[in-house]
């Protein structure tokens, strides 16, 4: 209806009725009913005897509630605490791998001023023009110690390996041992 198509007596006519009207009061108690039915509302049977105060009608309690709402908290618990543990271990990853890229860069810092430190006691050594045996032999342990850590750290490394060679050579040579003499297994 388009209220265009009205008279202005129409109009007027809308305008003047009841803007609400009180309902009945068999509906009143239709809805009252329905509403105590559903567990909405408590019937007036459970009010307590001469206090006028209501007792909780079970009415409301259904099993399979109590089962769905300890499931969802158990779950929502458990999806927590996996979450927590994922989130903990990739910040814990990268932590770690920070650290450890940071300590090997500290062990590159040390191996450089510790053979640097290495070349000066050897020139030190060979200017002072004393102690020549004993700087000697503790220069060549040095240098095998560390060829032969490189060759541990690096297995395919070819000149690494024929440095550690000749200074087994040398060694063999200064011991009295021959080529031929010694039994060497390779693994």
Same mark, same amino acid.
């Given at each position: ?6 008279t202005?007596? !129409? ?6 009725l009841?803007?609400? /009207?009180?309902?009945s009061?068999?509906? !009143?108690?239709?809805? +009252? ?7 909405f509302?408590?019937s007036? /049977?459970t009010?307590a ?5 209501k007792t909780?009608?079970?009415?409301w309690?259904?099993p399979?509630?109590?089962v /769905?709402? *300890? ?5 929502? #618990?458990a999806?927590? *605490? =996996? ?5 903990? $271990?990739?910040s814990?990853? @990268?932590? #770690?791998? @920070? +650290?450890?890229?940071?300590?090997a860069t500290q062990? /590159?810092?040390?191996? @450089? ?14 200017e002072?023009?004393v102690?020549g ?10 240098l095998?110690? $560390?060829a032969n ?10 000149e =690494? ?12 040579r ?11 297994v390779? #693994?």
């Amino acid at each position: 209806m388009n209220e265009k198509d009205l008279t202005p007596e !129409e109009k007027m006519a809308l305008q003047n009725l009841p803007r609400e /009207a009180a309902p009945s009061r068999i509906l !009143e108690e239709r809805v +009252v009913q329905a509403l105590r039915e559903d567990g909405f509302l408590e019937s007036p /049977a459970t009010l307590a005897p001469g206090r006028g105060r209501k007792t909780r009608d079970r009415s409301w309690y259904r099993p399979w509630m109590a089962v /769905a709402s *300890v499931a969802a908290s158990v779950a929502l #618990f458990a999806s927590g *605490v =996996v979450l927590g543990q994922w989130m903990g $271990a990739q910040s814990t990853t @990268q932590a #770690f791998i @920070q +650290v450890r890229e940071q300590d090997a860069t500290q062990l /590159a810092l040390r191996i @450089q001023e510790a053979g640097s430190a290495y070349v000066s006691a050897l020139a030190a050594l060979g200017e002072l023009g004393v102690g020549g045996d004993e700087g000697r032999e503790v220069a060549l342990g040095a240098l095998y110690g $560390a060829a032969n850590e490189l060759a541990r750290m690096s297995p395919e490394d070819a000149e =690494v390996l024929r440095i550690l060679q000749i200074l087994e050579e040398r060694r063999d040579r200064e011991e009295g041992w021959d080529a031929d003499d010694r039994n060497t297994v390779w #693994f």
